[in-house]
């Protein structure tokens, strides 16, 4: 059996979906307007953590048939607590609750009147959204023509209709970049893909995909690795061009708008400048659209991944439990879970993107003793200590330690230490073999 192009396309345009929610859409504009003259730059860094490292990860998730089996590579019980860890800190703890909670108060609330009792009615949409949500969850293996042949298509008919009618009406200005993105575009571009969770997402989607295309009757590993690397490529190309769009008309503007907490603040000054009161509608079905499709496959995956692992309850059981958790979580704030995800995702990110770089390159060091588990140990040690000083808390010896290596303050000391390990591991490798030979 071969896929058609059709199915190949909806399976990449599902996969878009799965990746493109709140994150996706508040990060981009606010990039383009905080790095002003130097977006170019900063994008396409942006684009290494938001896009090529998502795809890589979905492909290797695929050919690992899950990620407890690619995070088994460091140790057993490491992965049941890391799979642990990423499944709850992209859904029910983070993602799911943030793709609920973006849409409302970016997109809703600063329309109504301002007496309007915001908890009330961030409790009346974050239900309904949930509800619908639960609807289509509770039917997985109608996932791909859902959201495939309707959802997605109308997103980005929305998105890029939005981008022209700016290119044709839109006010520009463009100011200078804001500090961070004066002194360093590329380091502060490739940790704001950090806040998009994909590279997260990526290790928990990359099984879904493997299995929408086995379910196409496609049961040669070699045949669902190509399709699946084919679809995570096109996937990879629309969220690359979705990612420019927005940073350019930040970049535009950003000589327009003072900054605010998040880019959300930045794409609803687009909006409605460009169309005006209307414009409150197109920003709440893009925020909608973009948030539901990624909350349906959260919820979707992370309940799969449950119900096999804690047999006591059904999957269905898991979607219900994980979207009524979501809908407590959500409704503290969105400031308050952005808060939050921030130290999470300087915790976990750079673990996840080792891993998918080990995992790429298996079949040529996977004979190297420890270099799996050493490796992972010296990165993460590193990156729980930066995500520690991000809350002011501070380890005696370690963080003083950690605080001189190269690029720490930048944020990704953690990469001089993995390379160093695993250059390390390699070495050592080579002299016990040289030893052997001798």
Not at 112 to 122: C, F, G, K, R, V
Not at 205 to 218: K, L, Y
Not at 342 to 365: F, K, M, T, W
Not at 413 to 420: A, D, M
Request: overall charge neutral; glycine content about 8%.
């Amino acid at each position: 059996m071969r896929l058609t192009k059709k199915q190949m396309i909806l399976i990449s345009f599902m996969l878009f979906s799965l990746f493109f929610g709140a994150g996706n859409l508040i990060f981009p504009p606010f990039l383009g307007q905080n790095a002003g003259t130097n977006m170019p730059v900063a994008i396409l860094f942006f684009l290494i953590t938001a896009v090529a490292l998502p795809v890589l990860g979905v492909v290797v998730v695929a050919k690992f048939d899950g990620l407890q089996q690619l995070a088994a590579k460091v140790n057993p019980q490491f992965a049941l607590i890391f799979t642990l860890l990423i499944y709850l800190s992209i859904g029910p703890g983070l993602g799911i609750p943030r793709a609920a909670s973006v849409p409302f108060e970016m997109a809703v609330a600063p329309y109504l009147p301002a007496s309007s009792p915001l908890t009330l009615y961030m409790l009346i949409y974050s239900g309904i959204f949930f509800a619908i949500a639960i609807w289509l969850a509770l039917t997985p293996n109608k996932l791909v023509e859902r959201i495939g042949k309707v959802l997605t298509p109308s997103l980005l008919i929305l998105i890029i209709f939005l981008f022209v009618s700016f290119l044709f009406k839109g006010h520009s200005a463009i100011a200078l970049p804001q500090a961070s993105y004066a002194d360093a575009p590329a380091v502060v571009g490739f940790l704001e893909g950090y806040n998009t969770m994909d590279t997260i997402a990526a290790l928990n989607f990359g099984f879904v995909i493997a299995a929408t295309i086995s379910s196409f009757n496609i049961s040669s590993k070699k045949d669902i690795m190509h399709y699946t690397l084919v679809c995570g490529i096109f996937a990879g190309i629309i969220l690359a061009l979705i990612y420019l769009m927005l940073a350019y008309m930040g970049m535009e503007v950003s000589g327009l708008y003072a900054l605010r907490e998040n880019g959300a603040w930045t794409l609803r000054c687009i909006v409605e400048d460009v169309f005006g009161s209307f414009g409150a509608i197109v920003l709440a079905m893009i925020f909608s659209l973009a948030c539901l499709t990624t909350c349906v496959g959260l919820i979707t995956s992370i309940s799969q991944y449950f119900a096999g692992l804690f047999k006591r309850f059904s999957y269905r059981q898991f979607v219900v439990m994980i979207t009524l958790f979501a809908f407590v979580i959500c409704n503290q704030g969105l400031n308050t879970i952005l808060s939050i995800s921030v130290p999470v995702l300087n915790a976990i990110y750079p673990i996840a993107i080792v891993l998918i770089i080990l995992g790429l390159c298996d079949e040529h060091i996977k004979d190297i003793p420890y270099i799996y588990p050493l490796t992972i140990l010296g990165v993460g040690i590193v990156s729980v200590i930066y995500a520690l000083d991000g809350l002011n808390i501070s380890l005696p010896l370690i963080s003083d330690i950690c605080a001189k290596l190269p690029f720490y303050q930048l944020g990704i000391g953690w990469s001089i230490v993995g390379l160093v390990i695993a250059a390390a591991c390699y070495l050592y490798a080579k002299i016990k073999d040289m030893m052997i030979v001798d």
